[in-house]
Nanobody, 116 residues
Framework: VQLQASGGGLVQAGGSLRLSCTTSGTIFRTNTMGWYRQAPGKQRELVASITTDDITNYADSVKGRFTISRVGAQNTVYLQMNSLKLEDTAVYYC???????????WGQGTLVTVSS
């Protein structure tokens, strides 16, 4: 498995979760990594990305609430999600972000359910 996401669960609106994504050292060291999500009936969307130089970018819908980070020693990318909203409910995936090469094979993702 090249990309393994974990950390999802059921949380009340306003709560927090931290997602983790582990991958191989080669993938981690050489790619901008992204967290994506796919809500029921919707297309998968990029919510956050982080370059190998730790430059981050966020979708407007999560800006100020989500934080993406990466830890080289662990080959792990994190997504800290705070102030969760009902509309954040989705399956979350990690993958590389490359407009040139496209994503790697998608992993299973991790389900985040936000309840009222």
């Amino acid at each position: 498995v090249q990309l393994q996401a974990s950390g999802g669960g059921l949380v009340q609106a306003g709560g927090s979760l931290r997602l983790s994504c582990t991958t191989s050292g080669t993938i981690f060291r050489t790619n901008t990594m992204g967290w994506y999500r796919q809500a029921p009936g919707k297309q998968r969307e990029l919510v956050a990305s982080i370059t190998t130089d730790d430059i981050t970018n966020y979708a407007d819908s999560v800006k100020g609430r989500f934080t993406i980070s990466r830890v080289g020693a662990q080959n792990t990318v994190y997504l800290q999600m705070n102030s969760l909203k009902l509309e954040d409910t989705a399956v979350y995936y990690c993958n590389r972000y490359s407009s040139h090469y496209g994503p790697l094979t998608w992993g299973q993702g991790t389900l985040v359910t936000v309840s009222s």
